[in-house]
């Protein structure tokens, strides 16, 4: 089992930036495999950005430029920097990591961003 905690989500302008966190514990070794997604109204859950279980970095096209995933490896925990935020990056953000055919989902954090 594992269990992802986000936080840092909020309120901000359009332009601005928010930092998301996400603690993973329980059954978890490494950051590899860990993510993050966006749920909006009417669409589907999306990928933003993600680490390989090889430790890459992948991101969504929608986003590449303006967000940077990092990690803690010591602390299991992966970050979310988000910059030049737009009104179309409101939603509620998920960390997720997937091991074998079981894949965990945090319990999201809204953000919102104001025109």
């Known amino acids: 089992q594992v269990q992802l905690v986000e936080s840092g989500g909020g309120l901000v302008q359009t332009g601005g930036s928010l930092r998301l966190s996400c603690v993973a514990s329980g059954s978890i070794s490494s950051i590899n495999g860990l993510g993050w997604y966006r749920q909006t109204p009417g669409k589907e859950r999306e990928m933003l950005a993600r680490?390989?279980?090889?430790?890459?970095?992948n991101y969504a096209a929608s986003v590449a430029g303006r967000f940077t995933i990092s990690g803690d490896n010591a602390k299991n925990t992966v970050f979310l920097q988000m910059d030049r935020l737009t009104p179309d990056d409101t939603g509620v953000y998920y960390c997720?990591?997937?091991?074998?055919?079981?894949?965990?989902w945090g319990q999201g954090a809204q953000v919102t961003v104001s025109s």
């Open positions: 997720n990591f997937r091991q074998g055919g079981t894949t965990y």
């Open positions: 680490f390989s279980r090889g430790g890459s970095e």
